[in-house]
């Protein structure tokens, strides 16, 4: 699939090591497949030990809940990484109908239950555009991490 804007060259900013990568992309079918592949793309060069399946998944996730509800013909991927986390947030014109701010665990997104159960942080935000939403991962420590797992079907 081709993107409506060519994505920003993922690469870090000289004085923090921040990564960054920003795409648009067009609300239609193939738009998680895109997104995953893009965040493959920009973890494949980033030195971030967080779990990528995961990360792939909550990506795929935040896209397929953003193009369901969009209004306009593109949502953004942002995709930022730096040694302590990596950040995914999905722009978008819609706004969840009479919220106000953050739902609580009862009024959790049927669409967000993996994003809250499976990241270390989630929440969203309003924008000039609409809203954005994001969730972030956090390096695991080094004697918590599972070794010699089959890789995923999924990639």
Known sequence: MN????????????STGLHVCRLQLPTGAAAAAEARRQL?????????????????????D??????RHEAGETVTLV???????LRV???GTSCPPGQTGPPTDAEIWPGLILVA????????????AG???????????????????????YT
């Not at 993107?3 to 000289?14: E, G, I, K, S, Y």
């Not at 995709?79 to 986390?85: E, H, K, L, M, R």
């Not at 809203?131 to 089959?150: E, H, I, Q, Y």
């Open 3 to 14: 993107t409506m804007a060519p994505p920003q060259p993922a690469r870090p900013t000289p």
């Open 40 to 60: 493959r793309a920009a973890l494949s060069g980033w030195d971030i030990d967080v779990d990528h399946d995961v990360a792939v998944l909550l990506t795929s």
């Open 62 to 67: 935040l896209v397929t809940n953003a193009v």
């Open 79 to 85: 995709i930022t990484c730096s040694a302590s986390q």
């Open 89 to 91: 947030e999905v722009h």
């Open 117 to 128: 159960a499976l990241s270390d942080e989630w929440g969203f935000y309003r924008t000039p």
């Open 131 to 153: 809203k954005a939403v994001f969730f972030m991962l956090f390096p695991a420590p080094a004697d918590s991490r599972v070794t010699g797992l089959a890789p995923s079907p």
